[in-house]
């Protein structure tokens, strides 16, 4: 007998509280060609979910960031799948929020829905002295999985580095290589237990900078920075001292509607650089002239609509396979179900098998996104466990 589930969910998305939080160092994209952004008019009121698996890196003896079974300093409280599921959570907060930009100062550009979130596809742990440090190898190669589909998060470490950041492999559509690997997040949360500072300050450091990330993967540029993060223009001392413009033509996002550093400038006698430090561009209206961007620096999250249209377009060519609405457009079953993958999909999703029960247990914590519908045989969710199936729509582009 068939069984069918049929729930749909209502994800209801708030705006991310912004906090206190000194401003994370330099990302930097390794790319060296020109830059392309497309002019592709794309659907960009057609919400557009991201599968992302997120990599812990351990030492060999399992100590040294989160863990499968607690924060890897003993609480059992919280552990690498619930960060995983908060990290994921607040991203998706600040891809459901967007806010004027800041510059240029009195533009009328429209505040666009950005449409775009993510899905936590699988979280795995990976005991090793040798990818523990960050970019002491190369661990895209050796550790990412399903790279054609799922965008791979590594959380990493450097000794004698006490700030969020991280690097993101490419901005090219067309590129499977879609990595991003970013440093001390486990330290920076030690940190915040020691002192007893708000979980937010913490979240926001960590939330924001794997969101910039991840939206070099997607297809944005700094706006007001090169790629390494250094200020453009500049000149012998950065950023260029009063009343010298500088303006390098290679210092462009590519989008009309986000002003160069070097337009923001010559609009200021030359005084003041845009790229103003963390959350300095936030709620005080006299302090003008400070780029908001998600791409800068600043600990904001605003995009323009030329930004969102790139996001969508690439998402809509290249990047298609990397779709929660791509994934269920084929039919599959799976005789068990489990962690290290947290979510699944199909078109027709057929768990359990005959000689094999299909169990959800200890803390699991699943999803199966279907099109059409789910057949369950020889199935057991424990207690302590939980799965949601959620109705999706195959793509519509
Ligand atoms: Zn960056």
């Given at each position: 007998?068939?069984?069918?589930?049929?729930?749909?969910?209502?994800?209801?998305?708030?705006a991310?509280v912004?906090?206190?939080q000194?401003?994370?160092?330099?990302?930097?994209?390794?790319?060296?060609?020109?830059i392309?952004?497309?002019?592709?008019?794309?659907?960009?009121?057609?919400?557009?979910?991201?599968?992302?698996?997120?990599?812990?890196?351990?030492?060999?003896?399992?100590?040294?960031?989160?863990?499968?079974?607690?924060?890897?300093?003993?609480?059992?409280?919280?552990d690498?799948?619930?960060?995983?599921?908060?990290?994921?959570?607040w991203?998706n907060?600040?891809?459901?929020?967007?806010?004027?930009?800041?510059?240029?100062?009195?533009?009328?550009?429209?505040?666009?829905?950005?449409?775009?979130?993510?899905i936590?596809?699988?979280?795995?742990?990976?005991?090793?002295?040798?990818?523990?440090?960050?970019?002491s190898?190369?661990p895209?190669?050796?550790?990412?999985?399903n790279?054609?589909?799922?965008?791979?998060?590594?959380?990493?470490h450097?000794?004698?580095?006490?700030k969020?950041?991280?690097?993101?492999?490419?901005?090219?559509?067309?590129?499977?290589?879609?990595?991003?690997?970013?440093r001390?997040?486990?330290y920076?949360?030690?940190?915040?237990?020691?002192?007893n500072?708000?979980?937010?300050?913490?979240?926001?450091?960590?939330g924001?900078?794997?969101?910039?990330?991840?939206?070099?993967?997607?297809?944005?540029?700094?706006?007001?920075?090169?790629?390494?993060?250094?200020?453009?223009?500049?000149?012998s001392?950065?950023p260029?001292?009063?009343?010298?413009?500088?303006?390098?033509?290679?210092?462009?996002?590519?989008?009309d509607?986000?002003p160069?550093?070097?337009?923001?400038?010559?609009?200021?006698?030359?005084?003041?650089?845009?790229q103003?430090g963390?959350?300095?561009?936030?709620?005080?209206?006299?302090?003008?002239?400070?780029?908001?961007?998600?791409?800068?620096?600043?600990?904001?999250?605003?995009l323009s609509?030329?930004?969102?249209?790139?996001?969508?377009?690439?998402?809509?060519?290249?990047?298609?396979?990397?779709l929660l609405?791509?994934?269920?457009?084929?039919?599959?079953?799976?005789c068990?179900?489990?962690y290290?993958?947290?979510?699944?999909?199909g078109?027709?999703?057929?768990?359990?098998?005959?000689?094999?029960?299909a169990?959800?247990?200890n803390?699991?914590?699943?999803?199966?996104?279907?099109a059409?519908?789910?057949?369950?045989?020889?199935?057991?969710?424990?207690s302590?466990?939980?799965?949601?199936f959620?109705l999706?729509?195959?793509?519509?582009?």
């Open positions: 007998m068939k069984k069918y589930l049929l729930i749909i969910f209502q994800i209801i998305l708030t991310g912004l906090s206190l000194s401003q994370p160092n330099r990302c930097l994209a390794d790319d060296t060609a020109a392309i952004i497309s002019k592709k008019t794309a659907a960009t009121d057609i919400i557009k979910q991201v599968r992302i698996n997120i990599h812990y890196m351990l030492k060999s003896d399992n100590t040294g960031n989160f863990r499968m079974e607690d924060d890897g300093d003993g609480r059992t409280s919280y690498g799948y619930k960060f995983a599921f908060d990290l994921t959570q991203m907060n600040n891809c459901a929020f967007n806010e004027k930009l800041n510059i240029p100062t009195g533009n009328t550009i429209s505040v666009l829905d950005k449409n775009y979130s993510f936590l596809d699988a979280v795995y742990y990976w005991p090793d002295d040798l990818t523990y440090y960050y970019q190898t190369t895209a190669v050796s550790k990412s999985k790279m054609d589909s799922v965008l791979n998060i590594f959380l990493s450097q000794d004698n580095h006490y969020c950041s991280g690097y993101a492999s490419t901005t090219s559509e067309s590129s499977k290589n879609k990595f991003t690997e970013n001390v997040y486990w920076v949360y030690k940190g915040n237990r020691a002192t500072a708000p979980f937010d300050w913490f979240m926001h450091s960590a924001h900078n794997t969101l910039h990330e991840l939206t070099h993967l997607l297809g944005l540029y700094h706006t007001i920075m090169y790629n390494d993060g250094s200020s453009c223009p500049v000149t001392s950065t260029s001292s009063a009343g010298t413009c500088i303006n390098d033509p290679f210092c462009d996002d590519g989008c509607d986000t160069t550093a070097y337009e923001v400038m010559l609009s200021n006698g030359c005084n003041k650089h845009p103003c963390w959350l300095s561009s936030n709620g005080d209206p006299t302090d003008i002239d400070c780029s908001n961007n998600l791409m800068d620096y600043a600990g904001t999250v605003a609509p030329c930004q969102i249209n790139t996001i969508h377009a690439n998402l809509e060519g290249g990047m298609k396979t990397y609405c791509a994934a269920v457009e084929e039919d599959v079953s799976y068990d179900i489990g290290p993958k947290v979510s699944y999909y078109k027709e999703v057929n768990i359990g098998c005959t000689a094999n029960k169990t959800v247990s803390k699991e914590n699943l999803f199966v996104y279907y059409e519908n789910v057949e369950l045989l020889n199935f057991e969710v424990s302590t466990a939980s799965i949601e959620i999706e729509t195959p793509c519509e582009f």
